[in-house]
């Protein structure tokens, strides 16, 4: 008998040991990113208010410039609605990853920021916007949207831009710093309060953070701080912590 409790025993004690082991044992790491979050696709420029392109060919030729694939999506007048011209967005998007893009990154100018943010969080499927920038864009509301209705010429996107509305309310924030960013400029005179253009759940990229000077709205996408910023953020590396030359 003495054998067989002494297997027995044995046996136990393993059982032990092995228990120990598994509950000991350190949780395995999370996932990596997939493929097509990881790696960096095309990058569609979305105008704001009123559509101009302008300002935005520039950062797109800078983004060239810098070895990306970009393009603007025209909004035509961009007074339109919002919730509309996010899913030309999403279809563009569409277009470019069944090509065979492994997804597309985003930059929004004013308005163009919160049709990035409905694309980005409105799209079903495979992944096909991998980060969003958004530049000086009234994710509050701005106080000369409501303003505009108060005298009766407020379009479409002017009621979906001013603070509280339903449009603005439905959109959800933003839920992982590594995947959005928020740049803006306290000295923004048409994004009123300027605090506004924070997005919730965004990485915030305040301009006078780093270089206390003025940036009025429309010089935001033209500023060399803010393009480098951009360009910083969609390759992964540091943000600039100096002012641009």
């Known amino acids: 008998m003495r054998p067989r409790f002494i297997a027995a025993a044995a046996v136990v004690a393993l059982c032990a040991i092995v228990l120990a082991a598994l509950l000991l044992r350190p949780d395995p790491p999370p996932p990596g990113p997939s493929a097509a979050l990881s790696t960096r696709g095309p990058v569609l420029l979305i105008p704001g208010y009123g559509g101009g392109t302008q300002g935005l060919q520039v950062t797109a030729g800078v983004l060239r ?14 007074t339109g609605d919002l919730a509309v011209y996010a899913q030309q967005v999403v279809a563009r998007a569409q277009q470019l990853v069944s ?11 004013s308005a163009g920021g919160v049709i990035a943010r409905d694309a980005a969080t409105s799209a079903t499927g495979r992944p096909l916007i991998r980060k969003v920038v958004t530049v000086g864009s009234p994710h509050q509301g701005t106080k000369l949207a409501a303003l505009g209705g108060l005298f009766g010429g407020c379009p479409v996107a002017c009621g979906q831009l001013a603070p509280r509305s339903d449009y603005l309310k439905q959109l959800s924030s933003a839920n992982d710093p590594d995947r959005w960013l928020s740049i803006w400029s306290t000295t923004d005179e048409v994004i009123r309060p300027a605090l506004s253009s924070e997005l919730k759940g965004a990485r ?14 429309n010089d935001l996408l033209i500023d060399p701080l803010v393009q480098n910023t951009a360009i910083a953020y969609l390759n992964g590396t540091a943000l600039p912590a100096t002012c641009a030359n």
């Not at 410039?65 to 961009?78: H, M, R």
């Not at 893009?101 to 985003?106: I, Y």
Request: aromatic share 8%; with cysteine; proline share 10%.
């Open 204 to 217: 915030p990229f305040p301009v006078q953070d780093v270089c206390d000077r003025p940036v009025a709205h």
């Open 99 to 109: 090509a065979g893009a492994p997804s597309v990154d985003v930059i929004g100018f």
């Open 65 to 78: 410039a810098a070895g990306f694939q970009a393009e603007v999506v025209s909004i035509g007048d961009g």
